[in-house]
């Protein structure tokens, strides 16, 4: 019914079906004849005429098969092709493929949506592994296989998916350039499959490479098309709350200050209501008050306010889950990093070899970037702590590459 709703709209035709004239056609022998702008509608779906179908249908309103620019007396609808061949053309693929069903979305949704859980638990690197295989599985299926309309719009609102993945692996591996690409790549899949709240998780991580990228007209751009889509299609509070958090990072970025403190502001009224919010998408909900806490650091420690930025960096670094073991390193790392501008080394250093006893099962460049980072700043930091820190941090790097 969906599909002749559609189509019939395309037509630009006021034509519609209920269930028990569908009921009538499929078990009738021979099947009712539909109306003239049901006739329309069926014969452009199938692409036969409806004769073909085995419809019993009057003279005058068989279609026949003719040029269209034919200035014979024939006033009937006419096809371009020759209706038999059309018909076999469709209905019989010439190399026909395994076929996609239910079973096997289920199965790719569930590897799907493990490339979070590969993401968080042991970094970037492993997931794109993963992430690469599955692209593969998706793409051969998409160009090989049988499937359904909706077996095939699930598949290519899972590539829409996968792209968005592969964005998010270009920025933790600090390939920019690349990720932005594959932002560009789901953003068009996104749009054709026309999923809005997928364009928004889309535009949030271009957010973040495009500052990575010092393009911070572009994040703008993103933040503002992602609270657009998200009001227009009602998105929840859990959304919101990421795009508010993004709105802080541009702001931040830009060093407007007061725009951060007004993007906090709004995140801190949707992070109120994510406890209501019963419809939250894969890629929203690891999002909690400790982003908040971790966003407000970050303006202090652009205000160059470390001491200001501490509290908020503990209570992230409390406060996020223990499923989400990268970003709970990453926490650390760069609270152990503020703690050492804010000249409490000793505390930093304490810190940093927590992070040291936990990160080796991690594969993220972007946390190793932050620890080199630490490195670096604590050469500069004349102590006993900051010097057996510096030779651990080396030495555990060196194993990490040999």
């Not at 998105?235 to 709350?241: D, F, S």
Request: charged residues 25%.
């Amino acid at each position: 019914m969906a599909a002749f709703t559609q189509e019939a709209t395309r037509l630009g035709l006021d034509a519609s079906v209920s269930v028990r004239q569908l009921r009538r056609w499929e078990r009738e022998e021979p099947p009712p004849l539909p109306h003239p702008s049901q006739q329309i509608v069926l014969e452009a779906m199938f692409g036969v005429p409806l004769v073909e179908l085995e419809f019993d249908v009057p003279r005058h309103r068989v279609t026949v098969s003719a040029p269209i620019s034919d200035a014979g007396d024939v006033k009937r609808r006419r096809f371009v092709a020759d209706t038999g061949a059309l018909a076999v053309a469709a209905l019989v693929p010439a190399m026909p493929g395994p076929r996609v069903g239910t079973a096997d979305i289920g199965r790719l949704r569930s590897q799907l949506d493990g490339l979070y859980r590969t993401d968080h638990a042991t970094g970037s690197v492993p997931a794109m592994t993963q992430a690469r295989r599955l692209e593969g599985e998706i793409t051969q299926a998409l160009g090989a296989a049988s499937y359904t309309c909706r077996i095939g719009h699930e598949l290519r609102t899972m590539l829409a998916e996968l792209y968005g993945h592969r964005a998010w692996y270009g920025y933790d591996g600090g390939r920019i350039d690349e990720g932005r690409a594959a932002c560009m790549e789901a953003l068009a899949a996104a749009q054709l499959v026309d999923n809005p709240l997928l364009q928004v998780s889309v535009l949030e991580t271009l957010v973040l490479l495009a500052i990575k990228a010092d393009r911070t007209w572009e994040a703008a751009s993103a933040v503002e098309n992602a609270y657009r889509l998200a009001t227009r299609v009602g998105a929840g509070p859990a959304v919101h709350l990421v795009i508010a958090l993004r709105d802080a990072n541009v702001a931040t970025h830009a060093g407007d200050l007061a725009g951060t403190r007004r993007a906090l502001s709004r995140a801190v009224s949707h992070q109120g209501r994510t406890d209501c919010d019963t419809d939250v998408p894969n890629w929203a909900q690891f999002v909690g008050p400790f982003e908040v806490d971790y966003a407000t650091a970050d303006m202090y420690v652009r205000a160059e306010q470390p001491n200001r930025a501490v509290p908020f960096l503990r209570a992230a670094v409390n406060g996020i889950g223990g499923e989400l073991v990268r970003n709970s390193v990453s926490y650390r790392v760069k609270l152990a990093g503020v703690l050492l501008a804010a000249g409490e080394a000793d505390e930093a250093c304490a810190e940093m070899n927590r992070v040291l006893d936990t990160c080796g099962g991690i594969s993220s460049p972007r946390l190793l970037e932050k620890i080199r980072e630490f490195h670096r700043a604590a050469t500069h930091v004349d102590s006993t702590a900051t010097r057996d820190c510096a030779v651990r941090i080396r030495e555990t790097m060196q194993r990490g590459t040999s």
